[in-house]
């Protein structure tokens, strides 16, 4: 049971253009989320989070928007770097207990 | 200020053999998460620990596996009689309470390799 869903992949984006990744999620009790970034032979690193009372965070170069209607989450890079490839994960925590529930990961490439 | 540490970071182990995989948390968390990568997959949670104690393990295995987090020392994922299904990246993160809004902190992870 895939209760966050990452439908794509891969993507390929040209260097300065905005990256677009996202995630679906079917758990309607879930009311955080977070991104992670993973570069190989690394473990994830925090990204950024967005709580379900918002509908948007930014920081920096990184915006999170969320549509709880549609239980759609995306992560928007811009502008889009050589050294933001890596595998973008999406998560959930599940219950109180912290456990995170991840996406199968989306790999971007960007090239210059 | 070091973060998670993992060690060892590659482990080669024939079928049949034990795996003790370590992980030390950042200083000052005192709780510990276990997730496995399986090649072309996303994380998956297998166990939560608290010092001595284990809040949730419904990711784990039934057979074979096991965790523990000690008063004194790192935590401990242990595999008994490796398959080759085991092989996999295994990534430890720590959070300094429990909860949906702390985040977590992954190490590097350990690459197991059953032969």
């Known amino acids: 049971d895939q209760q966050v869903k990452q439908n794509s992949p891969s993507l390929s984006v040209q260097e300065g253009r905005i990256s677009i990744l996202n995630c679906d999620y079917t758990n309607s009790m879930f009311d955080y989320f977070l991104w992670y970034k993973k570069y190989p032979a690394e473990g994830p690193t925090f990204l950024i989070s967005i709580s379900s009372i918002k509908d948007k965070n930014e920081d920096g170069r990184f915006t999170v928007f969320l549509n709880k209607s549609a239980k759609h989450l995306s992560l928007h890079i811009v502008p889009s770097q050589p050294g933001d490839s890596a595998v973008y994960f999406c998560?959930?925590?599940?219950?109180?207990?912290?456990?995170?529930?991840f996406g199968q990961g989306t790999e971007l490439s960007v090239k210059p | 200020n070091a973060g998670v540490m993992q060690n060892p970071r590659h482990l080669v182990r024939r079928r049949g053999q034990e795996a003790r995989l370590r992980c030390s948390p950042m200083k000052g968390h005192s709780h510990v998460y276990w997730y496995r990568q399986l090649p072309e997959e996303g994380l998956k949670f297998m166990v939560y620990?608290?010092?001595?104690?284990?809040?949730?393990e419904s990711g784990m295995p039934k057979e074979r596996f096991s965790a523990e987090f000690p008063k004194e020392g790192p935590s401990i994922l242990r595999i008994q009689q490796v398959v080759r299904g085991d092989s996999a990246a295994y990534f430890c993160?720590?959070?300094?309470?429990?909860?949906?809004?702390?985040?977590?902190?992954f190490g590097p992870g350990t690459r197991l390799t059953v032969l």
């Open positions: 998560a959930a925590p599940y219950n109180q207990g912290g456990k995170l529930i």
């Open positions: 993160a720590s959070s300094p309470g429990a909860g949906d809004y702390n985040e977590q902190f």
């Open positions: 620990l608290q010092k001595e104690n284990i809040i949730d």
